[in-house]
Nanobody
Framework: QVQLVESGGGLVQAGGSLRLSCAAS????????MGWYRQAPGKQRELVAS???????NYADSVKGRFSISRDNAKKTVYLQMDSLKPEDTAVYCC???????????????WGKGTLVTVSL
């Protein structure tokens, strides 16, 4: 069974940095696009950043220049380096990945359970 497990969230002061990790495990035939989403209290979930299997990246305007997404295909892990954090970055951050299991002919979107990032003044 495929799982995505995030780590690295926590409490940080404004201006600080955090690095999130998301590791995929299970019977994986192919790991395609991966991304990070976030949902703040009372707000809709939004895409923060995504990265294709070949390394092309995409960022929300609100995080451009501050956040950086990367991946290690050998470790089946995606990272989100978050610098110059602001209180408005406070949210639950969830990992998403398009994965094809070895037993299936098609891919499916998988989600992690999320990790809380809190940025204080």
């Amino acid at each position: 069974q495929v799982q995505l497990v995030e780590s690295g969230g926590g409490l940080v002061q404004a201006g600080g940095s955090l690095r999130l990790s998301c590791a995929a495990s299970g019977s994986i035939a192919s790991l395609n696009a991966m991304g990070w989403y976030r949902q703040a209290p009372g707000k809709q979930r939004e895409l923060v950043a995504s990265i294709t299997s070949s390394g092309s990246t995409n960022y929300a305007d609100s995080v451009k220049g501050r956040f950086s997404i990367s991946r290690d295909n050998a470790k089946k892990t995606v990272y989100l380096q978050m610098d110059s954090l602001k209180p408005e970055d406070t949210a639950v951050y969830c990992c998403n990945a398009a994965i094809r299991e070895r037993s299936k002919a098609y891919g499916t979107d998988y989600w992690g359970k999320g990790t809380l990032v809190t940025v204080s003044l």
